[in-house]
């Protein structure tokens, strides 16, 4: 806990996308100052003092995708700690967890694993499945889990970080900075180092398997010791990344690249300029950096630009449309509506409520609608009030327009569904007509 005191509050977020970091004395010398261009937010902090050896956005609100695994193991580590779970305690694979969304080590539902081997896999591969595992052994439930990750994060004075699942599967309300990674990364290492060896752990064997670890630098890097990798196509490839060189540890933290292989060059430029000279005289604490206000700005969404056959990440399909609903608006665009609706899901109304939502396109060309759904009458017209009250605007819909929509959307499924299948029928024909002519 002294640690997180000690690594916590403000200096103003640059523009520039340079990181610079200048030997002791003389900063007026500009040809000893070392530089590395770095893209997104990133973060360069010294493990043991939380001294602030770089920095670019760093209070940034960014989508952690499976970097939030850092405060599931936290968690589960405390847990440990108190005795309330075992290493070699047997848990049960939930058809819940089972189901999830690769990456995952894909143990049947109703088999059970050990807490030892559902860590590894969730620290060594990013396992979303023992996430789930671990989580429901910890605490009974998602929800319940969720909701101690949160607490936790509130008595770190992670500000800029909330969860909602343990994963890190894409969640518009799930948000961190990379300020608030590398506090919890140097938390997690100065109160648990007997658990540090899972995170430079080179594999973990299932079976006849041997799966990697998805952070490459344990292989490549000198002095590489963890932690951990996070990718969604909302956020772009994440890294938080530990090395140590003559008894001294950095932690860098690097977001929103476009591959794995140009994250790893990017946290390892930052580790080995922090290794080339001493820190900067007068240095913050990582603790020092400012996070903006949750809800202040919205994340960036690097979904056209990294997965561009993917719709935008929070739109649906509109097959589980019913009950009361909310309206944010009308947009022109997918892309405006998505935003004015993620903007919303983080506002302090937003952020803990428990709604369906999702970018609806509107019949006859009318654009498009920024909706929550799936709530009765009391809860639409409390939650409407609330937003207005926070001067957002907001319509609350009824059931009827609710499931119109659904159904429409349900229509524009089947339809599109049909159209594709005759498509490749007719490309099949084709093939086999010519295949006959050439005979």
């Not at 995708?65 to 694979?93: C, N, R, W």
């Not at 799966?211 to 292989?219: K, V």
Request: hydrophobic share 45%; net charge positive.
């Amino acid at each position: 806990m002294c640690l997180a005191l000690c690594l916590l509050a403000g200096v103003a977020l640059a523009q520039a996308q340079t990181a610079t970091v200048a030997p002791k004395k003389e900063p007026a010398k500009k040809e000893t100052v070392r530089k590395v261009e770095i893209k997104a937010p990133y973060i360069l902090i010294d493990a043991k003092t939380g001294d602030v050896l770089a920095q670019e956005r760093a209070g940034e609100p960014w989508y952690p995708a499976s970097l939030s695994k850092l405060m599931t193991s936290y968690v589960v580590f405390h847990k440990l700690k108190e005795g309330t779970l075992k290493l070699d305690q047997q848990i049960p694979v939930s058809p819940l967890a089972s189901s999830q969304e690769p990456s995952k080590v894909g143990v049947p539902a109703g088999q059970t694993v050990s807490v030892d081997f559902a860590l590894q896999a969730l620290l060594v591969y990013s396992a979303n499945d023992m996430a789930y595992v671990l989580a429901e052994g910890a605490s009974g439930s998602i929800a319940a889990f969720a909701n101690e990750m949160n607490a936790a994060a509130r008595r770190l004075g992670l500000s800029a970080s909330h969860f909602v699942n343990p994963n890190g599967l894409f969640d518009p309300r799930q948000i961190t900075s990379a300020r608030d990674m590398a506090v919890l990364s140097a938390v997690i290492l100065a109160e648990f180092p007997e658990h540090a060896h899972y995170f430079m752990q080179q594999n973990v064997v299932i079976g006849k398997r041997q799966l990697p670890n998805r952070n490459r630098l344990i292989r490549t890097m000198k002095g590489a010791d963890g932690m951990k990798t996070g990718y969604v196509c909302a956020s772009g490839f994440n890294l938080v990344a530990s090395a140590t060189r003559d008894g001294r540890r950095l932690i860098a933290v690097v977001m929103g690249y476009k591959n794995s292989l140009s994250r790893a060059e990017a946290a390892q430029a930052l580790l080995n300029l922090g290794f080339s000279g001493p820190a900067p005289e007068n240095s913050v604490k990582a603790a020092d950096v400012v996070n903006l206000p949750q809800g202040a700005i919205v994340p960036s969404d690097l979904t056209p630009t990294l997965c561009k056959n993917k719709p935008l990440v929070s739109l649906k399909d509109g097959s589980t449309l019913d009950g009361w609903g909310i309206s944010f608006g009308t947009y022109e665009t997918s892309m405006k509506a998505d935003m004015a609706l993620r903007g919303r899901l983080l506002s302090p109304v937003g952020i803990d409520a428990k709604v369906l939502s999702g970018v609806i396109s509107l019949p006859e060309k009318k654009g498009f609608g920024a909706w929550l759904w799936g709530l009765d009458e009391p809860a639409s017209q409390e939650l409407c009030r609330s937003y207005k009250q926070d001067g957002a605007h907001c319509e609350v819909l009824g059931p009827d327009v609710v499931q119109k929509m659904g159904e429409e959307a349900r229509a524009k499924r089947v339809a599109a569904l049909a159209a594709s299948e005759a498509k490749k029928l007719a490309a099949y024909l084709e093939g086999l007509y010519k295949r006959q002519i050439g005979h």
